[in-house]
């Protein structure tokens, strides 16, 4: 029998949607990151759960819809200074802090979104 996904480990769709769901909560309200974000978060958040779900190995819903995800390119439309990748992985920690994902599997996966959105950046911080 194969080991359980992430995704299954950390309670499928139903800790996916409430996390991503924390999470935009954090990033509508930001500084840093609200004004390069739509104002109605219901599409990205949507396309969020559908990412998050094959990143931590279920089904492909992303793929399925919108083809390969090429991530960082699909970034490349806005600043991605280390300052907002800072900020994003806050707001997800806190949204991980919300929903009461906790323990290794919750270290593992922050570890890897950090590795994500470092190479997400495409844009250095402003000087002074
Ligand atoms: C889309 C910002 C990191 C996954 C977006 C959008 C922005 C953004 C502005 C467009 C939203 C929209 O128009 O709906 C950022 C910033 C990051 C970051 C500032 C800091 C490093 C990440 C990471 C991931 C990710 C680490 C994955 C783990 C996505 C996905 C989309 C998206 C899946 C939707 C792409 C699509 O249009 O199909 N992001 N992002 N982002 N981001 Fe990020």
């Not at 996904?5 to 990033?27: C, N, W």
């Not at 907002?84 to 806050?90: E, M, N």
């Amino acid at each position: 029998k194969r080991d359980m996904t992430p995704y299954e480990a950390i309670g499928g769709e139903h800790m996916i949607s409430d996390l991503v769901e924390a999470f935009y909560k954090r990033v509508g309200n930001h500084p840093d990151l609200a004004p390069i974000f739509p104002d109605d978060l219901t599409e990205t958040a949507r396309k969020q759960k559908q990412f998050l779900t094959q990143y931590l190995g279920g089904p492909s819903d992303y793929t399925n819809e919108h083809g390969h995800p090429m991530l960082r390119a699909r970034h490349l439309p806005f600043e991605i200074t280390p300052a907002r990748a800072k900020a994003w992985l806050s707001c997800m920690s806190d949204a991980m802090d919300e929903v009461g994902l906790n323990g290794m599997l919750r270290t593992q996966i922050f570890h890897r979104l950090t590795l994500t959105a470092q190479h997400m950046v495409n844009t250095p911080d402003e000087e002074g």
